[in-house]
């Protein structure tokens, strides 16, 4: 008996050195099947975690692996013109099944980006926060930037350019809805880049 009680205290003293990785208890693999999707463009990321997408297969099945136990949302892109959101609680060291993801007619948002001076920026890149939109290249021609089709929902807009201030505003959208935005850029006082100094520019050098 006493060399069972030994034993356990062995364990409970190597789980408190960290002689056990407990790192696979914290993260899970979260799987579904999308309905009616167009693999060639369907995704599907975790919101707030642009490290977290997978693509899907043509019958609309997916894996996500290493996703945090917790609770979170999924940013669904199921064919060019529908779209869902989907709340699901993962758990750790488990497979957690969301079953069938229906998705609805997507919303599109048509970004108009401009300078004070009227012109078109250069290095203008639209991104829509925690979602996997990002780094969205405007075309120059036009001065726009389509994005969707986008759950309904609320989201978080930013819009960069060379040498001027970034803008941020927050917008929501409604299903199926069509949306333009007009963006003006400030001039930047400081050269371009980030108010704290940072490159937040994908490299590129802001002054």
């Given at each position: 008996?006493?060399?069972?009680?030994?034993?356990?205290?062995l364990?409970?003293?190597?789980?408190?050195?960290?002689?056990?990785?407990?790192?696979a208890?914290?993260?899970?693999?979260?799987?579904?099947?999308?309905?009616?999707?167009?693999?060639?463009?369907?995704?599907?990321?975790?919101?707030?975690?642009?490290?977290?997408?997978?693509?899907?297969?043509?019958?609309?099945?997916?894996?996500?692996?290493?996703?945090?136990?917790?609770?979170?949302?999924?940013?669904?892109?199921?064919?060019r013109?529908?779209?869902?959101?989907?709340?699901?609680v993962?758990?750790?060291?488990?497979?957690?099944?969301?079953?069938?993801?229906?998705?609805?007619?997507g919303?599109f948002?048509?970004?108009?980006?401009?300078?004070?001076?009227?012109g078109?920026?250069?290095?203008?890149?639209?991104?829509?926060?925690?979602?996997?939109?990002?780094?969205?290249?405007?075309?120059?021609?036009?001065?726009?930037?389509r994005?969707?089709?986008?759950?309904?929902?609320?989201?978080?807009?930013?819009?960069?350019?060379?040498?001027?201030?970034?803008?941020?505003?927050?917008?929501?959208?409604?299903?199926?809805?069509?949306?333009?935005?007009?963006?003006?850029?400030?001039?930047?006082?400081?050269?371009?880049?980030?108010?704290?100094?940072?490159?937040?520019?994908?490299?590129?050098d802001?002054?």
């Open positions: 008996m006493r060399a069972k009680a030994c034993g356990w205290v364990v409970l003293a190597m789980a408190s050195c960290g002689g056990f990785d407990n790192g208890l914290q993260t899970g693999t979260v799987k579904g099947r999308i309905l009616g999707v167009e693999a060639d463009v369907a995704r599907v990321s975790v919101m707030g975690r642009s490290d977290l997408r997978a693509s899907v297969a043509a019958d609309g099945s997916f894996q996500l692996a290493g996703v945090p136990a917790t609770s979170l949302e999924l940013f669904v892109v199921a064919s013109t529908r779209a869902a959101r989907k709340s699901v993962a758990q750790g060291a488990q497979v957690t099944d969301v079953g069938d993801i229906a998705s609805s007619p919303a948002l048509t970004v108009r980006v401009t300078a004070e001076d009227g078109i920026p250069s290095g203008v890149e639209v991104e829509l926060k925690d979602t996997g939109l990002d780094r969205i290249k405007l075309d120059a021609g036009v001065g726009e930037a994005l969707g089709p986008l759950p309904t929902g609320c989201y978080e807009l930013e819009v960069k350019a060379d040498d001027l201030e970034d803008v941020q505003e927050e917008l929501c959208v409604r299903e199926g809805e069509e949306q333009v935005r007009a963006i003006t850029l400030p001039t930047d006082d400081n050269g371009g880049g980030d108010d704290d100094g940072g490159d937040d520019h994908g490299g590129r802001g002054g």
